[in-house]
């Protein structure tokens, strides 16, 4: 009977260790439950704030998931999820490649607010003009929202004629090969445009209300008709290409006054190409010019003088790219009121 007393007693003792053990948990437990990580603390909107950093900056857009994505700000906790299904902003930039279904989802947590879409099919496949059609079929209910919109697609056999009503869309960059007309309606807004390949040849819009204008892969020809409707920008770029059609003397050309613009980039991929557009140009607003030295003439310090002189510019900044950048004195001595003049050696 005593060894059962004392087994009883080391038990009991046993027990009473284990119950020390579990109150000084059960303690540490409400220590920690009590404990508020100091980022569930901040107010819902600096945490929409916050989030916002997280995706890239709007009108780019972030992808789908992943990294950059608000769909992974969702899966972090309750709170944070919460926060990021009720911050509009989070949903407004999307690409259209597939899953439209998710995307729908996107618009509706956006609201009401403007949104900026990404319709990015370059590939050429049997399937491609299904899929531009079925993109621009799922966004053309919402084109009162459009405020950005990037097309890049190189099948256009369902390009549809936009004429609808786009009373928030600014900026529209359009990239197609394809030989059809993409024509842009009623866009009271719009302010910024950038075409490539194809576009600057068949896309018809309110020239007349951009400021912001960049023509990729366009020829002189085909520029200047599209710049006598755009009098109104502010900044211009000019990538041009040769045209075995194109005359090269530049007196069969109308001048072309543009009174507002401040910013001038003319270049070329094409190390052979020597065609000449500034001696058009008449810009008394011009402050920045960037320009191949090549697309000048033969005397491209003539050239410049005469253009300075007719526009009656105040030029504070040129840029000239050049196969002789030990030239660079030269172009401060004839052009002393210039500010900054820097030379790339291409």
């Not at 109150?23 to 600096?46: A, F, G, K, W």
């Not at 919460?82 to 998710?102: M, N, S, V, Y």
Request: proline share 8%; charged share 20%; hydrophobic share 40%.
């Amino acid at each position: 009977m005593l060894a059962s007393l004392a087994a009883d007693r080391a038990a009991l003792a046993d027990f009473q260790a284990k119950i020390l053990d579990l109150q000084s948990e059960s303690t540490v437990q409400e220590r920690l439950d009590s404990y508020r990580y100091p980022v569930l603390t901040l107010p819902n909107e600096v945490v929409s704030e916050i989030f916002m950093r997280f995706i890239p900056a709007y009108p780019k857009w972030p992808p789908l998931r992943g990294l950059g994505s608000p769909i992974t700000l969702t899966h972090i906790c309750r709170k944070w999820r919460q926060t990021a299904l009720a911050t509009p902003t989070l949903w407004r930039a999307l690409e259209l490649k597939d899953g439209f279904d998710e995307r729908a989802i996107w618009l509706d947590r956006a609201g009401s607010l403007p949104v900026s879409l990404v319709i990015d099919i370059a590939e050429e496949s049997p399937s491609a003009a299904l899929e531009v059609s079925k993109a621009f079929a799922f966004i053309l209910p919402y084109c009162e929202r459009w405020e950005y919109l990037f097309c890049r697609i190189h099948d256009g056999r369902a390009l549809p004629v936009m004429e609808y009503q786009l009373p928030l869309l600014r900026g529209l960059q359009l990239e197609f090969t394809v030989e059809q007309d993409f024509v842009v309606g009623d866009a009271p807004l719009l302010r910024t445009a950038v075409l490539d390949y194809n576009a600057p040849k068949h896309v018809i819009l309110p020239w007349a209300r951009l400021t912001k204008l960049t023509l990729y892969c366009v020829t002189r020809d085909e520029a200047m008709p599209l710049l006598q409707s755009a009098p109104n920008l502010v900044y211009l770029v000019l990538s041009l290409y040769p045209d075995s059609k194109e005359s090269a003397d530049t007196r069969v050309l109308q001048d072309l006054t543009m009174p507002s613009l401040t910013t001038l980039v003319v270049n070329t991929g094409d190390r052979g190409l020597t065609t000449y557009v500034l001696p058009r140009f008449r810009a008394p607003a011009l402050r920045v010019l960037d320009i191949y030295e090549r697309l000048l003439g033969p005397n491209p310090i003539d050239s410049l003088t005469s253009f300075i002189t007719k526009s009656g510019c105040n030029l504070r900044h040129l840029h000239l790219y050049t196969s002789r950048p030990e030239s660079d004195s030269t172009y401060r001595i004839a052009f002393p009121s210039i500010t900054k003049i820097v030379l790339t050696s291409v």
